[in-house]
């Protein structure tokens, strides 16, 4: 089975500062990675996904995300980030379209104004 | 895009009781459905995976009496949740894959509070 490991649970950063959220699959295959971010008492929205091509992946809201096959990364980044971003992040792995997905422990951004 | 939708997105019942959440894909239809459920402060934990019309394959753990998923149409599962505790308290959240759409989209998600 897959794992994915999200480092830092919590993640605090300044208005306007850079976001980095990081994440780390376990798979001996390339799998289909996501990053999801929920707000309270809602469901999970798609910020980007990677299947193939290009590993720099461009999602909504300023998200990027870049697969590093040699390092078994997908690391979420936002140059300047908003009061809004505040959230909880998931990063999400799928073996294939169809499959299941193998979800992360999540992080918590928190904005500083 | 493609929507899937949860009802109720809230429901609270008395413990012993049976709750029924539905899972709909609105405008594809979905090969297989997957239901997760969300501890609180807790990432998504994978329940059941339910091809239409085939008996769902439960993950480890999750007792399939209590509960109890039917996928009894390409835009429809339920999950009953059998005679709750508060410990079955939970956010489930669903998802819906379609075969033709290659993608896998996810439901809203259904607060279960049980007193």
């Not at chain 1, 870049?66 to 300047?80: A, D, G, Q, V």
């Not at chain 2, 109890?68 to 429809?76: F, G, R, V």
């Amino acid at each position: 089975a897959q794992s994915v490991t999200q480092l830092g649970s919590h993640v605090s950063v300044s208005e306007g500062a850079l976001v980095l959220l990081r994440c780390n699959y376990s798979s001996s295959v390339p799998p289909y990675l996501f990053w999801y971010v929920q707000y309270p008492n809602q469901g999970l929205q798609l910020l980007l996904k990677y299947t193939t091509g290009a590993t720099l992946v461009k999602g909504i809201n300023g998200f990027e995300a870049e697969f590093k096959k040699s390092e078994t990364s997908f690391h979420l980044t936002k140059p300047s980030a908003h009061m809004s971003d505040a959230a909880e992040y998931f990063c999400a792995v799928s073996e294939r379209t169809g499959n299941q997905f193998y979800f992360g422990t999540g992080t918590s951004l928190t904005v500083i104004p | 895009g493609a929507v899937v939708s949860q009802h109720p997105s809230r429901v609270i019942c008395k413990s012993g009781t049976s709750v029924k959440i539905e899972c709909r894909s609105l405008d594809f239809q979905a090969t297989t459905m997957f239901w997760y459920r969300q501890f609180p402060k807790k990432s998504l934990m994978l329940m059941a995976t339910s091809n239409e019309g085939s008996k769902a394959t439960y993950e480890q753990g999750v007792e399939k009496d209590k509960f109890l998923i039917n996928h009894a149409s390409l835009t429809l599962s339920t999950l009953t949740v059998t005679s709750a505790h508060p410990e079955d308290s939970s956010f489930y959240i669903c998802s819906a894959w379609g075969r033709a759409l290659g993608e896998q989209y996810f439901g809203p998600g259904t607060r279960l509070t049980v007193t």
